[in-house]
């Protein structure tokens, strides 16, 4: 919707090297083209001044913006023109596909919805971490980041519920004396594809974050909504399947939604939840090329208890 000098791809771009290489490959492109940043090990700090290491087992950065560039040449874009302004002219399409993300331009609003309000600032200068570093906020509220690009550059931010970040990373930014190359601000929408139904609305089919296709417990989308695609083309002439095929690959989700909302209602109990605790260890630690960390019950245990 912006003209081609103001596009930007919003996100920290960090990722499984191992997990996306084989999308990125069906698109013709080598993931290994892009990468910026190669993580050994994501610090943790759950603010109780005992941080902890992860292991990484794959986890990079990646030039999502040039790789998007990339992607994008030899294809006809309409820069500086947005898809609701459509509106109701879709005579001509035999399908239009809403992949605007958080804003769902040409899907019903949902009756609820369930975002994390996120800010970021791409900076320049020496950092206090030479890694990945996260710290959650209280409550899984949210957590703040800090993801390496190489040669003295980063992105540092923050998606809090609550806006704890509020200050914080403005006071980083004079403390470190970091240059800011950009400041982005977003919302990322965490509410799971089980309660972003319907995914089709007359001609418009819902695709990636636009139904929820973003991991709640990490605001990860890239992977997830790259999936989606794929789902969307195996079922490209049955829509009622792709329903039913992201409602079954993302039924996790909403398990893991259901575990943060009861943290952020305040009605989190270990017992409670137990079963959805076992549910997000299980997929994470059978899914560690997905997610390019290593992962221990112990490390969630101590987040959780945040």
Not at 55 to 73: A, I, N, P, Q, W
Not at 74 to 99: Q, R
Not at 182 to 205: H, W
Not at 285 to 295: D, H, I, P, V
Request: net charge neutral; proline share 5%; aromatic share 14%.
């Amino acid at each position: 919707m912006r003209p081609h000098d103001k596009f930007w791809t919003v996100c920290a771009w960090g990722t499984s090297a191992p997990f996306i290489s084989d999308l990125v490959k069906q698109a013709g492109f080598n993931f290994e083209d892009y990468i910026l940043h190669r993580g050994e090990r994501m610090e943790v700090d759950p603010g109780n001044g005992q941080t902890f290491g992860i292991k990484c087992k794959g986890l990079v950065t990646f030039d999502k913006h040039r790789m998007c560039e990339d992607m994008l040449e030899g294809h006809t874009v309409h820069w500086g023109e947005h898809v609701k302004d459509l509106g109701g002219k879709l005579e001509g399409f035999d399908m239009v596909i809403d992949a605007t993300g958080f804003h769902r331009s040409l899907m019903p609003k949902l009756a609820y919805d369930a975002s994390i309000p996120c800010f970021e600032v791409e900076v320049e200068g020496k950092f206090p971490w030479d890694d990945f570093y996260i710290k959650p906020y209280p409550a899984l509220t949210g957590y703040f980041w800090f993801f390496p690009l190489g040669e003295g550059r980063g992105h540092v931010g923050a998606g809090d519920f609550r806006g704890s970040y509020r200050g914080e990373i403005e006071a980083m930014i004079k403390k470190y004396d970091w240059k800011v190359v950009r400041r982005i601000g977003r919302p990322v929408r965490i509410l799971p594809p089980a309660y972003c139904q319907p995914f089709t609305n007359g001609k418009v089919v819902g695709v990636g974050e636009s139904i929820g296709t973003v991991y709640p417990l990490l605001g990860e989308g890239i992977i997830p909504s790259m999936q989606c695609v794929n789902l969307f083309v195996e079922h490209l002439d049955d829509m009622e399947a792709y329903s039913e095929a992201v409602l079954r690959h993302y039924d996790i989700y909403a398990k893991v939604y259901r575990f943060v909302k009861a943290k952020l209602d305040g009605n989190f109990s270990m017992l409670r939840q137990a079963t959805e605790l076992a549910a997000i260890y299980w997929h994470m630690r059978t899914s560690e090329k997905r997610y390019g960390l290593e992962t221990h019950l112990g490390d969630i245990l101590k987040v959780v208890k945040v």
